[in-house]
């Protein structure tokens, strides 16, 4: 794998250490600025939307400068944010620094995803999208942890100080590392946009929506269920989101590795398995051996499905991926902020904490379906019979009859 890749992995361990840091340190920053518990889950909201809004917005704004450049642009605009974040006077200046530095994110990880399929041969192309996505996963191995047990000793202002910190490392790993590719030419952004009349684009960017949703749905609010529900110490959420991070790092790779060979089949069995294991979350939270163990699962069944995703919408939009690719970052934000919207709404109408994997569960089960129903189309396009052009109008070729 070319070096190039692990500098998009530095970016990316600085990115999904923002991100996912914010699930540890809901309680210290919602006692901080007083503020409720779902109050405070508007941190992983705002910042999901803005990944949304920010995805379609930066990649047009960059279509006019080299995607190095574009990147590297993107990770001044992530370390402006965090910095933002890291002073803030009270909760709303929090907010608006979430949401500053996720609209590098979309952006970031959709031209990233162009970039690493460029750089190595067609048959590796979703092995390198996962290598890049490596750097999202072991964040939540090492930067999401320490970054929660750094907020935890030491306030969670430091962690937003050292997260800009990683942003500058980011950025210095692509100046140095990163190709300056050409643009392709004759691409102009009504070719991007062209993406999205395919309806299997569409069908891909909404399983992206509902199953990584269903993640969300569970893990936004884990460190409340894992201390009122299932008795764990505050200090322990650290470890379970090691856990957590363990999974995405193994659900990735296993995902990198099976995506290229047999994408649909395993979209099939990944959101299946997810929504059977967080309909079981709402039972397994209540044992400390058993929590611990489905975390894991809904980390590795979770990301499974984001290399297999990630390069459908690329393959579905070959000619012109980047605005496509981006999206479908925006995309998975997008179930972020539906989930944790939607897990705040249970748990304020006093369902509990273990309320949002029911919501969870029933996210990626739509997902699951819309797998089968984008397979069952593509399927019927495929047999759908060969056309010959006569004059002005197609017609059907005729079968020959045997008498």
């Known amino acids: 794998m070319p070096l190039a890749l692990l500098a998009l992995a530095i970016g990316a361990f600085g990115i999904g250490t923002t991100e996912f840091v914010i699930m540890g340190l809901l309680p210290e920053v919602a006692g901080d600025f007083g503020v409720s518990i779902p109050t405070a889950g508007f941190l992983v909201t705002g910042y999901a939307l803005g990944v949304v809004l920010g995805a379609p917005l930066m990649t047009v704004l960059g279509t006019k400068i080299s995607r190095k450049r574009m990147l590297m642009l993107l990770m001044g605009l992530f370390i402006a944010g965090n910095l933002l974040s890291a002073v ?3 909760f709303g200046v929090m907010l608006a620094g979430r949401v500053v530095a996720s609209l590098a994110h979309g952006a970031f990880f959709g031209i990233g995803s162009v970039v690493a399929a460029e750089l190595v041969a067609p048959e590796k192309k979703a092995g390198a999208i996962a290598m890049m996505f490596t750097g999202l996963t072991v964040a939540n191995v090492v930067g999401v942890p320490l970054g929660t047990f750094v907020g935890q000793t030491l306030g969670w202002r ?5 997260v800009a910190a990683l942003g500058v490392i980011g950025l210095a790993g692509i100046a140095k590392l990163v190709p300056d590719l050409p643009k392709p030419e004759g691409v102009r952004l009504r070719h991007e946009l062209a993406a999205f009349r395919n309806v299997q684009v569409l069908l891909a960017m909404a399983m992206t929506v509902l199953g990584f949703g269903g993640v969300f749905a569970a893990v936004t609010y884990l460190a409340p269920m894992m201390t009122d ?10 470890w379970l989101l090691v856990l957590f991070g363990l999974g995405m790092v193994a659900g990735n790779l296993i995902g990198g590795k099976f995506a290229d060979r047999a994408l649909m089949p395993l979209l099939y069995i990944s959101l299946g398995a997810l929504a059977v294991v967080l309909a079981l979350f709402t039972l397994t939270a209540h044992n400390k051996i058993a929590a611990a163990v489905t ?36 995309a998975f934000n997008l179930g972020n902020a539906l ?3 939607l897990g705040g709404i249970v748990i304020a109408a006093g369902l509990g904490y273990t309320a949002p ?3 969870g569960a029933v996210l990626a089960g739509s997902a699951l379906v819309l797998a089968i129903l984008s397979a069952v189309l593509e399927r019927r396009s495929a047999a759908a019979p060969s056309l010959v052009v006569t004059g002005t109008a197609p017609v059907e070729r005729a079968t020959p009859v045997h008498h």
């Open 339 to 341: 989930s944790a919207w």
């Open 229 to 238: 529900v299932a008795g764990y110490a505050d200090s322990s959420v650290t």
């Open 357 to 359: 994997n029911w919501v």
């Open 88 to 90: 803030a006077p009270v």
């Open 158 to 162: 430091m962690t937003f100080g050292l």
């Open 295 to 330: 975390i894991t699962l809904i980390g590795a069944l979770g990301f499974a499905t984001v290399p297999p995703l990630q390069k459908r919408v690329l393959d579905q939009a070959s000619g012109a991926p980047t605005l496509a690719s981006a999206v479908n970052i925006g």
